[in-house]
């Protein structure tokens, strides 16, 4: 890929992306779910659906980045599927399929693994993830890993670097009241360290749907703000108080580059709220006119994309990711030396 800070979607089709002429360096698709109907029984053979998935990016220019989101599938909030033997055992094999899948393409990948599960054990365990049982030995390959949700992490790591040789791994801490220094040491603590990259998370909705009087339900429940970032990085919150907290983060983990996942597409507005599809949001504006602030702390991508059914996307948001990636790519931020 080129050496300058590389730009993704997800959450958009390919052909609504070729229709505005949007070649995305990264598309991010989700691998959800474990067992029946889960993402392996998607297509013929079990697993092909990477296949198809890493084809059709390869198709445009792309790498694929896989989210795996498999700890979701039988409730992760409250630390019980992962210490049940039946669970954990579908839900290694999966997670060799993936790196089997992976590996068969030949081509390069990301992997984004696992968000909000490494959330609710902070929560859950005091900050201490050797405090969470979890099965993990039984697999052959992660036979010397804790039977803790730090083995969790190492097998993760281990299944990948032995199947999947060409792919490189993050894992995505999740500030979920904890600070830069409490979050970082607790990824810390997981492991995360030992992994290829840091996938730091932003909203995962537009600010305008979380402002509105009665939010819909995905966006209900999130406080009362403010949240609407403010880009001239004077009133609370703010775009350098987040790159601050994510490079205090990032010295913790051993200085690992950064990809942002899963940024919000709406369009800035001076008006609070918005409607379905068009809530306000300023993170495409912000962060494709200062990418040189980004690449100064160790970001190499940012992947945008709707966090849910109501947000804004490529076909919503009046051309403005098209025109601002077209405008970025005219004057692109270069990795420092």
Not at 64 to 92: C, H, R, S
């Amino acid at each position: 890929m080129p050496s300058r800070l590389l730009v993704g979607l997800g959450g958009n089709s390919i052909s609504d992306m070729t229709s505005q002429h949007i070649q995305p360096d990264i598309i991010d698709t989700y691998l959800v779910g474990t067992g029946p109907g889960s993402w392996p029984y998607w297509n013929s053979p079990d697993g092909a659906y990477v296949t198809y998935v890493s084809a059709a990016d390869r198709a445009i220019g792309a790498v694929p980045l896989f989210t795996l989101f498999q700890m979701a599938a039988d409730g992760e909030a409250d630390m019980i599927p992962v210490n049940d033997a039946a669970f954990m055992t579908k839900y290694w094999s999966q997670v060799k399929l993936m790196y089997q899948k992976i590996a068969a393409t030949g081509q390069p990948a990301l992997v984004n693994l696992e968000p909000d599960f490494w959330g609710f054990v902070q929560a859950k365990s005091g900050g201490d993830p050797t405090k969470v049982p979890a099965r993990v030995s039984f697999v052959a390959e992660c036979a010397g890993q804790p039977d803790t949700t730090v083995g969790v992490a190492g097998c993760l790591l281990a299944l990948g670097r032995t199947y999947a040789p060409n792919a490189k791994f993050g894992f995505p801490p999740s500030f979920w009241g904890g600070d830069a220094t409490s979050v970082g040491n607790f990824m810390l603590k997981v492991g995360a360290d030992k992994a290829d990259f840091i996938v730091a998370q932003t909203s995962d909705r537009d600010a305008g749907c979380f402002e509105v009087a009665s939010p819909v339900a995905e966006c209900a429940g999130r406080g009362n703000g403010p949240f609407y970032l403010d880009e001239n990085n004077i009133t609370t919150p703010n775009y350098s108080q987040e790159l601050a907290k994510w490079s205090a983060t990032r010295s913790i983990l051993g200085n690992l580059p950064i990809l942002f996942w899963q940024t919000p597409m709406g369009v800035p507005s001076a008006a609070p709220g918005g409607t379905p599809g068009h809530y306000r949001d300023n993170h495409v504006h912000y962060m494709l006119t200062h990418a040189a602030q980004y690449t100064a702390i160790g970001v190499f991508a940012i992947v945008f994309s709707p966090g849910g059914s109501t947000s804004a996307t490529i076909t919503t948001d009046d051309g403005q990711f098209a025109r601002l990636f077209k405008d970025y790519l005219a004057s692109p931020a270069p990795f420092p030396n």
